[in-house]
């Protein structure tokens, strides 16, 4: 594996992965991580072509770890959450290489009947528009139990209080009155708590959760993130939480992947990332953001927009926007690579982490 | 202190719907329950609150396209609310709309000339190629080729559309644009570029800006006073920065509070879990806010606090700041 080219490169990205998590865990050697992606590949159909949505994307999550997977629309975030999860849509998208370990086993191996067994059991999801995940004829009591008695095997008695103790645990007001109420009876704030009521029925070591503040109201975000957080810390759980909100991401991560056009392209702890972004995106993307807690005297603004998914520019897919743009950007890919000081920030660039020192070692 | 060019006085509009299934039931909105500010000369003064706050509704009826049910609304003198047909035309030049999603506004069947070069035409400013040589202009003002001219709607994205509704909404050359939410749909690279067009232009053209937005680190960037809005009334209004730095009223404080912040040193983690929170259908007695407000005293639940003008900027309804207390 010496040789130049792809897999030498995809070695390389594996090397570097294994030193993030045993930095990330910080002396628990022995702690395995609760799930590791390793260069996942996901491709859709479009225009006649399979062109990938997710390209070499490579994390770990850690018990009781929030990782926060931020970046704009089509950057592939979602398609990230979707493949963990076993829910790319059949016939337009696919897995097309990589594997997902969780619990001893790669999901992507796995069947759709064991699969079912793991979603919303071990590994729940969460979604940005509650009333589009809930079933609207069904009460929101019934929904709650049905997880239960789906994986639990409860009777119905049984279920109907566990989730009534759910219900009161993400503080639905007087969740007994309100137990056979229907979703539209509810706020967007209260569906999106009956939302993660049902996602935590079976006490899942890894939740999912894919922009699940984006539609509300800023101080009903608050209490939603401050009930994640809670629930999280008691559940003991690992979360990946995806959103574009940067005020977001630092509110309620531990570590952040920043991704970019299908592919991270910047991995950190969350303190470590918001003191020195070191790709130029996710540079400019910081410096791009009003703030509302002081002057913002002057925005970055990142010329141009995202290369479609059947047009990606050889090399860096950052390289048209980017104001450090070098020859060699265009030329060849750059790989996800440790800093020389920071073992635990990753970066993908040429001119800002030149992997120099990572491809010898 | 610049001239007011639009100056909202007592304005009110309340919405009568059908809800509830399987019986419904009629119920009245209170989307504006007499609100009055003013946009002085070629500043951008910002409407902020959360969703049913009645921020969208104030900015439409400010420009009659909501008849309002009571109240009156001046630019530069001029009574919009009792305007005649033939003079609200005119007026409609002056004032002109920017929409949160651009592609819901742009007739899909339609190419992006053509819908610039309508409205000219329609108000009869120039001849024919006249029109599309300030529809080329205007493109290039914005950032947009000359090619966008003859292409649809479904071939720009996001950004480029919402560059297409900036454009149109000059077409007429207006003095006062409202923008609603010109930016919440976009993603955070596109919404600076936006941002910083829009600036260019308030110089450039010397435009007073309505700016409708549920995103205070936005407002706090492009405007130079605001009112904050509960539903249907307005609670505060002060000059940016000074209202985000102390905020009188505490909802402005409980909004800027709750505004997450791109750094990690300041976790927006709170701990209060409300119930659900009150709606314009049937606001609580009293001060609207007294079922979420932190400093809520005997006097909040029943009589609605009177509107207490500090100095020319800074006014605020709330019995924590009144006069005699």
């Known amino acids: 594996m010496s040789s130049a080219g792809p897999p030498a490169l995809d070695n390389e990205g594996t090397r570097s992965l294994g030193r993030a998590a045993r930095s990330a865990v910080r ?20 225009g006649g072509g399979w062109h990938a949505a997710v390209r070499d994307v490579s994390f770990v999550v850690q018990h009781n770890e929030t990782l926060a997977i931020v970046g704009e629309s089509g950057c592939g975030k979602s398609v990230t959450a979707l493949s963990i999860m076993g829910l790319v849509p059949p016939g337009n998208g696919r897995v097309a290489g990589g594997q997902i370990h969780f619990g001893g086993r790669d999901l992507v191996a796995l069947d759709e009947e064991e699969m079912r067994k793991i979603r919303g059991d071990r590994i729940s999801m969460i979604f940005q528009e509650p009333m589009t995940s809930l079933n609207p004829v069904l009460t929101i009591g019934f929904q709650v139990a049905e997880a239960l008695s789906y994986h639990r095997d409860m009777g119905r008695r049984e279920a109907a209080a566990t989730a009534l103790e759910l219900l009161e645990q993400v503080k639905i ?26 996602a935590l029925a079976c006490r899942p070591e890894l939740l999912l959760a894919d922009e699940p503040t984006t539609a509300l109201d800023v101080t009903i975000q608050a209490e939603v993130l401050a009930l ?28 952040v992947a920043a991704m970019y056009a299908g592919e991270i392209v910047e991995i950190a702890p969350v303190n470590e990332l918001f003191a020195r972004p070191t790709h130029p995106y996710t540079e400019l993307l910081l410096r791009s953001i009003p703030r509302v807690d002081r002057d913002t005297a002057g925005l970055s603004v990142i010329a141009g927009q995202v290369p479609a998914i059947g047009a990606m520019p050889t090399g860096c897919r950052f390289a048209q926007r980017c104001p450090l743009r070098q020859p060699i950007c265009t030329e060849r890919d750059p790989i996800l690579v440790p800093l020389p000081d920071a073992p635990d920030h990753h970066v993908r660039c040429w001119v800002r982490a030149a992997p120099g020192e990572g491809r010898r070692a | 202190m610049p001239e007011s060019v639009l100056t909202v006085t007592g304005l009110r509009k309340f919405f009568v719907v059908k809800r509830g299934f399987p019986r419904t039931r009629t119920v009245t909105v209170r989307a504006l329950d007499g609100i009055s500010f003013d946009v002085r000369d070629g ?10 706050c009645g ?35 005119v ?46 202009a205007l493109l290039a003002e914005v950032g947009l080729p000359d090619t966008a001219m003859t292409r649809y709607p ?13 454009a149109r909404s000059l077409t007429l050359e207006p003095e006062l644009l409202v923008a609603d939410e010109p930016v919440s749909a976009l993603d955070v690279s596109i919404q600076a570029q936006i941002l910083l067009l829009l600036q260019r232009l308030q110089e450039r053209r010397g435009l007073a800006f309505i700016f409708i937005s549920h995103d205070l680190g936005v407002v706090r960037y492009f405007c130079q006073r605001m009112a904050v809005m509960y539903l249907g009334r307005i609670v505060e209004t002060g000059a940016i920065p000074a209202i985000f730095k102390e905020p009188l009223h505490p909802y402005t404080r409980m909004l800027r509070d709750a505004s997450p912040v791109p750094d990690p040193q300041f976790k927006v983690i709170m701990m209060r879990i409300e119930g ?11 001060c609207h806010f007294h079922t979420r407000c932190p400093h809520v005293m005997p006097i909040c639940r029943e009589v609605y606090p009177e509107w207490r003008q500090m100095d020319d900027e800074r006014g605020v309804a709330c019995h924590l700041h009144a006069s005699t207390r």
């Open chain 1, 27 to 46: 002396g628990e050697h022995t702690t395995a991580p609760i799930l590791a992606v390793e260069n996942l590949v996901t491709t859709f159909r479009t």
């Open chain 1, 173 to 198: 007001p007087s969740a007994r009155q309100r137990f056979d109420d229907y979703p539209h009876q509810f706020s967007g704030g209260m569906r999106q708590r009956v939302m993660i009521a049902m």
């Open chain 1, 228 to 255: 994640l957080a809670e629930l999280k810390a008691a559940y003991g759980m690992a979360m990946i939480f995806i959103t574009h909100n940067l005020g977001v991401v630092a509110s309620i991560a531990d570590r």
């Open chain 2, 43 to 52: 500043e951008a003064f910002g409407l902020v609150g959360e969703s049913g």
């Open chain 2, 55 to 89: 921020k969208s509704t104030a900015g439409r009826a400010g420009l009659r396209l909501i008849e309002p049910d009571a109240g009156e609304i001046v630019f530069k003198g001029e009574n919009v609310v009792t305007a005649s047909k033939a003079r609200l035309r």
């Open chain 2, 91 to 136: 007026l409609r030049r002056k004032l002109q709309i920017i929409f949160q999603d651009p592609y819901a506004s742009l007739n899909p069947r339609r190419r992006i000339g053509k819908a610039l070069i309508e409205p000219m035409r329609v108000h009869g400013i120039a001849g024919e190629a006249e029109c599309e040589e300030r529809a080329r």
């Open chain 2, 154 to 166: 479904h071939e720009f994205s996001g950004g480029q559309r919402q560059r297409i509704g900036i």
């Open chain 2, 276 to 286: 659900e929170v009150p709606s314009a259908v049937d606001p609580p007695s009293g």
